[in-house]
């Protein structure tokens, strides 16, 4: 188990709230060095304890994180992949290719390792993938400049929208709006009525260097954007309000500067083009901590944080699940 202790110790883990002090004392609590390429992706799935990862060595790898095991390895050798999202099935995924000549995204059951659709539409790779948690409809940007709406029962896409720069979309937890960034911008759509165009037009305080990733908090009160630059942009996701920007190292052109909310919304933490991760407090805006990357990890980590769990993953050239460390903590140091 990721956790040491008792299943009664693991529970209380979990309902813990987090403050500064306890991501202050997250730490490692499982690595997997078993990879011998860049990890590309991670997501959770909400409805199990499973977790999946992309990696550059063209497998997906599915975990069970209540065990801190490796159920499977499925592999796409002939459309590698880079970017993978679960579906609301615990073992169907939608990923989109890496090998040159093939941009197609597809959906895949890993209990059997079949495929079930593909979706055809891109016609460069596609660097941003987010799916709607409230149904069957996902969006993905590419660096052909079109970001595309799908149904996941529907293999021709249900809309294209045309941008200027490389996209980063996403849905809200809801999925009643998404956005899109490029440009120094992040635009407002409403899932509904996106052909109308966007809602809301939103800076980001003049940055125009190439968006990387931009992700809502859980419930919905802020949104993050990632830029080539090294910056890490925290609006108030209703007015667009900039709440704070953060900075690391820039990434290189082939990378993305990741970041994830916490689940409760109240941190973020984000990689850094040197390999290291690092937390912010949304509410202070400060720098609450960070961690240096591992052994011969240059370029910047994907990071994902669990669902309702004090714990979040870093993935680079190996996995590592990072978790509270009690002993560090001045009310459970005293504790038998």
């Known amino acids: ?66 065990t801190a095991t490796c159920m499977k390895t499925v592999n796409s050798k002939k459309y590698g992949v880079d970017l993978v999202c679960f579906t609301s099935h615990p073992t169907t995924v939608i990923y989109s290719s890496r090998n040159g000549w093939d941009d197609s995204l597809r959906l895949l059951s890993l209990h059997d390792n079949k495929y079930l659709r593909y979706f055809k539409g891109h016609h460069d ?3 941003s993938l987010s799916l709607c948690s409230a149904g069957e409809s996902f969006i993905s940007g590419s660096l052909d400049r079109t970001v595309l709406l799908w149904d996941q029962r529907v293999e021709k896409c249900q809309g294209l929208l045309r941008v200027q720069g490389r996209p980063a979309a996403a849905y809200d937890d809801q ?13 407002m759509f409403d899932s509904r009525m996106y052909h109308k165009g966007p809602f809301e037009i939103f800076s980001v305080g003049g940055d ?49 500067l990741d970041a994830t909310f916490s689940p409760d919304g109240m941190f973020v933490v984000s990689g850094s083009g040197d390999g290291s991760a690092h937390a912010w407090s949304v509410r202070s805006g400060k720098q609450v901590h960070s961690w240096m990357g591992g052994q011969g990890s240059e370029a910047p980590p994907v990071i994902k944080w669990a669902p309702g769990s004090p714990m979040f993953v870093t993935g680079s050239s190996e996995l590592a699940f990072l978790i509270p460390d009690l002993s560090k903590l001045s009310a459970y140091a005293n504790r038998k």
């Open 208 to 256: 125009l260097s190439e968006a990387n990733v931009v992700k809502f908090s859980n419930d919905g009160r802020h949104m993050l954007l990632t830029t080539m630059d090294g910056h890490i942009h925290v609006l108030d996701s209703f007015c667009g309000t900039l709440l704070s920007t953060y900075t690391v190292k820039p990434v290189a052109e082939e990378s993305t």
């Open 125 to 127: 790779r596609v660097v």
């Open 1 to 66: 188990m990721l956790c040491a202790g008792g299943q009664a110790e693991r529970e209380e883990r979990v309902t813990l709230e987090l403050s500064e002090e306890i991501v202050r004392s997250m730490e490692p609590g499982a690595v997997f060095r078993d990879y011998n390429c860049r990890i590309s992706s991670i997501d959770f799935n909400k409805n199990s304890s499973y977790m999946v990862t992309a990696s550059d060595d063209d497998s997906i790898r599915l975990y069970d994180v209540a």
């Open 175 to 187: 999925g009643l709006v998404f956005a899109i960034a490029f440009g120094g911008y992040i635009r």
